[in-house]
């Protein structure tokens, strides 16, 4: 079972979480700490995550790790306790996934600020705010402690545990209204205050806000807080019953089946197989022709649930491209990523919305650790959920038809996923365009069409690295270097970050006899990433090739 966590995405109806929780329920540490201490709490930290975690080190070489340790170590006489937790947090977010996180919930044991961020695909905005401060509410968030927003987010960004950075844009919002997480941060110069700069209406104006809530209040709605959404007078179907498990409902305007799925977990009442079976009933019964299975707000649960979904789904008249539409989202999170490979590799479903929080293969099922001297509790996965392929390196399961939500869609009630649902037309898609290239074998118009693909807004979180690189393996395999060659640059310039396309440049000059390029695009490789084994090998052997010593 995967140690689930969903962050509320809704204001106006209370999600818990187990992110959430794992802040809420950690118990108070021990007031009375000296450094010696604190480094006792490092040192046991540090053997216990390399202990606990399935592979601690798969992220962050052990070397890159150990000196980030000793840095912290070095500090810790001169840091105050919250600033040497968020070195604690800094160390855990090295790890690099999303269910390994250090639970820092006792930092705002004295409050946290009265205002509810959310990350819109326009920026920051105040989307909920306790009334003694409602002149806040819509305003965008320009700086945090005169400094501006992005360079803001750039500070918190070591200290949020995640899988991609969805994560980032899930976390960082909560981080901005704890002020001891700000001024550890240096984003703040007092310890329970944060000052803000904001925008609206075309005027900027300054505010300093002090603790006045509790930090469940950053989940839930509490009593007489204000929500931008609530002047909208409508309300869209995901932000009707958040709380829900499981539910549905037919919208006959539009002949759509609208299933949410919040949490991979049974009810007391119903099982999650009861409640699939009533669903797909439903779509061959009922004159629906469109099904839509929203899992945006879903952050996991028990993956052993799933099958039912994926069975029903596959042997259902809907189960058509273009008729079974996924919403997914920077929640869709552990075990609703399960649910989602599987509904990738087994279904016709159109994935709809933003990326997912997780990565397709993943590590899960953390443990606790608690930390002797402090009590802060750390939790550490303990297994490797490979639903996919073993190649499949993706950080995250992209949307085919992408729909971000702006500020304005939010405060007017408006969803974007499901707009794009009633809108749905066919486009070509990448299996498209690599089937009629290997069809025609014509680059050029392969070039043409992939560029278009890129282009297209609805496109902008869509995975290609993958799919162009095969195309340049089939050319090559094909003795058709050169255009292989060209596929590989083209691939480099758009994924400037991907060891791999620079490991497939080295194999492509290596084949040219090119090899001071080989080496250079090997060793670009093996910069990004120290586990190409094949890629050190033409390292070496092109090295002594060369005489160049280097290697």
Do not use: C
């Not at 552990?334 to 590590?363: M, R």
């Not at 650790?369 to 996965?381: D, E, I, M, R």
């Amino acid at each position: 079972m995967h140690f689930y966590r969903t962050l509320q995405f809704i204001a106006v109806l209370f999600l818990f979480s187990a992110f959430a929780s794992a802040q809420l329920a950690t118990p108070v540490p021990q007031p009375e700490m000296t450094a010696e201490k604190w480094r006792e709490d490092l040192r046991f930290f540090t053997s216990e995550m390399e202990r606990t975690h399935k592979n601690a080190f798969n992220a962050v070489s052990r070397e890159q790790f150990q000196a980030a340790v000793e840095e912290l170590d070095k500090q810790i006489p001169k840091l105050e306790g919250h600033q040497i937790v968020a070195g604690l947090m800094r160390l855990t977010a090295m790890i690099g996934d999303g269910h390994t996180g250090f639970r820092w919930g006792p930092m705002a044991a004295e409050g946290v600020l009265p205002v509810g961020f959310y990350w819109f695909e326009d920026g920051i905005f105040v989307r909920r705010v306790a009334p003694s401060d409602a002149e806040l509410l819509g305003a965008k968030l320009v700086e945090v402690g005169g400094v501006p927003v992005d360079s803001a987010i750039e500070r918190l960004r070591p200290m949020i545990w995640r899988d991609n950075e969805m994560g980032v844009k899930s976390a960082a919002p909560i981080y901005l209204s704890v002020p001891r997480i700000l001024h550890a941060a240096g984003l703040s110069t007092a310890k329970n205050a944060g000052t803000f700069t904001f925008e609206k209406d075309g005027k900027r104006f300054t505010k300093t806000l002090s603790p006045a809530a509790k930090l469940a209040d950053l989940w839930s709605r509490p009593d007489g807080w204000l929500d931008a959404m609530a002047a909208a007078g409508t309300m869209p179907l995901f932000a009707r019953e958040p709380q829900n498990r499981f539910w549905f409902t037919i919208v006959p305007e539009s002949k759509t089946l609208y299933v949410q799925f919040n949490e991979v977990l049974d009810k007391p009442e119903e099982t999650v197989a009861a409640f699939f079976a009533r669903v797909f009933k439903e779509a061959e019964e009922k004159p629906v022709e469109r099904l839509v299975l929203d899992m945006r707000l879903n952050g996991g649960g028990n993956n052993y649930l799933n099958i039912p979904i994926i069975t029903g789904a596959i042997r259902s008249r809907l189960n058509v491209k273009g008729k079974f539409f996924v919403i997914v989202g920077r929640e869709t999170f552990s075990a609703a990523q399960n649910t989602v490979n599987d509904l990738e590799k087994y279904t016709n479903a159109i994935f709809v919305g933003e990326p997912t929080g997780a990565s397709p293969n993943h590590f899960g099922d953390a443990r606790r650790f608690t930390l002797p001297n402090s009590k802060f509790q750390v939790q550490a996965s303990t297994l490797w959920w490979q639903d996919m392929d073993p190649r499949d390196e993706r950080k995250w399961k992209a949307p085919d038809v992408a729909a971000d939500m702006a500020f304005s869609d939010y405060r007017a009630g408006r969803d974007p996923a499901m707009e794009a649902i009633l809108k749905y037309t066919p486009t070509e898609s990448m299996t498209d365009i690599i089937a009629a290239t290997r069809t025609t074998g014509n680059v050029a118009d392969f070039i043409a069409r992939y560029r278009r693909f890129r282009t297209n807004p609805l496109h902008k979180y869509a995975e290609t690295l993958t799919t162009v690189n095969r195309v340049g393996h089939f050319l090559l395999g094909q003795k058709r270097t050169d255009d292989a060659l060209t596929i590989f640059k083209i691939n480099a310039e758009d994924n400037p970050g991907s060891a791999i396309v620079y490991q497939s440049l080295g194999d492509v000059y290596d084949i040219k006899g090119e090899k001071a390029l080989a080496l250079e695009n090997y060793r670009k490789a093996v910069a990004l990433d120290q586990s190409l084994a094949e890629a050190k090998l033409a390292i070496r052997r092109l090295s002594a090739e060369l005489g160049d010593k280097n290697n």
